[in-house]
């Protein structure tokens, strides 16, 4: 019943009674609190109370909410949602009312600044998940509120945007927030699965607070993404080191769009593997497969990021990163997907020494000046000749050497879009397995004999090409259609 406009004086103490064992109820987005701001919210106990076979309750959640003690009777209740959010004030006493029975609070986009008391989850001490994410706490408040959950073990807890430049006016919280150990002493002894503090406008961290946990084996994803912290200098660094070799069965990491660094830094590392010292070695958990680093702006000294031995992960994203200068991959790696965009392409076949990736199935090579390259080099994918799908758009070539894709038996998906292309590349015909071809926003005015050679040996192959072209500079459209001979006309 979401997205009404039913009021609480509709819900009479019988009006669910004939339907007392439902296990879910939706009625968010019903109140209109422009209303009633400032007031006391008191909700329909006695009407809701009767469900005592309820699982879910989904509703909104006034700027004082009152809950009154029908809502004790719902002692199966396991999850709690509140999405239309207006809540200014809890305290310890906002959720007494509600059993112990309560698994999974999501308290999401309250978006004005919201004042908590440490002890205001003190009645759910069986917690797997709490969601704040968008809701305004701050994270310091958030940090504290985890004092009831001392030394558990939860799912997860999503702190993802609590802080916002909104309401530093109403409150005595700074913007600017530097994570100490006083703030992660009660997050420290919680065993989380997983963990999201992205978007809080964090500028730095004590010395064992942030990346220091008492059980880091527990990590399986944590998001540090969106905030202004190096990871790359003093302890920091360190930290994340230690982290890492903890962190046993880690399998996501992310920490993008990160902002530190904008003027005059130097597109190409000019610093040499051997000359990195083993304290600026930061070596990845095997346990990994998803890593994003994507839009980290970088200065200072470059870190070496390894990949060991055995790691086998799905998606590899260090687009527009400015760390990735320098990074190897050991023998018996295996990534599945791997974007490099916008990192210069003289830094991914010379600084980033990447073992030959037989399995990778995708690769992302956008914005990566590929033309400086080419010229040096012919053929430079022969350490993924087993790539499937390779985008190269983005990148300033007007030509391609005839066998760049000699070894790629593999590639089935080929972007060559926004480029100088004045012809279609004769180095496409080949390719064997060629499936689609995207050669949009290109500089083709014709449709030229490569074209007509590419289809021959398509023909041969019994082979269908799916094309994408996109163009102003086309003088005529060309519509190829199979005659009942078999020749393409």
């Not at 339907?19 to 329909?44: E, G, H, Q, V």
């Not at 210069?344 to 033309?371: A, G, H, N």
Request: one cysteine or more; proline letters at 4%.
């Amino acid at each position: 019943m979401s997205c009404n406009n039913l009021d609480f004086l509709a819900y009479t103490p019988i009006l669910f009674s004939f339907i007392a064992n439902i296990s879910l109820l939706d009625i968010s987005r019903n109140m209109n609190f422009s209303n009633n701001a400032k007031l006391p919210t008191y909700y329909p106990d006695k009407a809701l109370g009767v469900l005592v076979n309820l699982e879910t309750l989904a509703i909104d959640l006034g700027p004082i909410p009152v809950f009154g003690e029908g809502f004790k009777k719902m002692d199966k209740l396991k999850v709690l949602e509140f999405d239309n959010c207006k809540v200014e004030v809890l305290n310890n006493s906002t959720f007494i009312n509600f059993n112990w029975s309560i698994e999974y609070l999501h308290m999401n986009r309250c978006q004005q600044f919201v004042k908590v008391e440490e002890d205001t989850l003190k009645h759910f001490p069986n917690l797997k998940v709490l969601d704040l994410s968008d809701t305004y706490v701050h994270p310091i408040q958030a940090f504290q509120l985890l004092k009831p959950l001392l030394n558990r073990t939860m799912e997860m807890i999503n702190f993802h945007h609590v802080n916002d430049e909104s309401i530093t006016n109403h409150s005595a919280y700074s913007f600017e927030v530097n994570i100490t150990k006083e703030m992660m002493k009660y997050i420290q002894t919680i065993c989380v699965e997983i963990l999201d503090i992205s978007k809080n406008n964090i500028v730095d961290f004590e010395n064992g607070s942030l990346l220091t946990f008492n059980r880091p084996e527990c990590l399986m994803n944590i998001s540090l993404s969106e905030n202004r912290f190096s990871l790359f200098h003093a302890h920091r660094l360190e930290n994340i080191k230690q982290f890492f070799n903890k962190a046993h069965y880690l399998t996501k990491f992310e920490y993008s769009y990160i902002p530190l660094s904008f003027i005059n830094y130097p597109p190409i590392a000019v610093t040499n593997l051997t000359n990195i010292t083993e304290e600026r070695v930061i070596k990845l958990p095997s346990s990994i497969k998803v890593v994003h680093m994507s839009h980290v702006l970088h200065s200072g000294q470059p870190v070496l990021w390894k990949i060991p031995p055995n790691a086998s992960i799905d998606r590899f994203d260090v687009s527009f990163c400015a760390t990735v200068d320098q990074a190897t991959a050991s023998n018996g790696s295996l990534i599945e997907y791997l974007d490099v965009t916008g990192v210069d392409s003289r830094v991914v076949f010379d600084k980033i020494q990447l073992y030959p990736l037989f399995k990778l199935k995708t690769l992302v090579m956008r914005s990566t000046r590929l033309y400086i390259t080419i010229k040096k080099q012919k053929n430079i994918f022969t350490f993924v000749s087993g790539t499937e799908k390779l985008d190269i758009s983005d990148n300033f070539m007007w030509k391609l050497p005839s066998d760049i894709f000699e070894n790629m038996t593999n590639l089935t998906n080929l972007n060559l879009s926004n480029n100088l292309f004045r012809a279609v590349p004769f180095a496409i015909t080949r390719i064997p397995n060629l499936k689609e071809l995207d050669l949009s926003k290109n500089l083709l005015t014709n449709i030229n004999s490569t074209f007509q050679e590419l289809f021959d040996v398509l023909y041969q192959n019994m082979e269908f090409l799916s094309f994408i072209w996109t163009t102003t500079h086309l003088f005529a459209i060309v519509q190829t259609t199979t005659s009942s001979d078999g020749f393409i006309k």
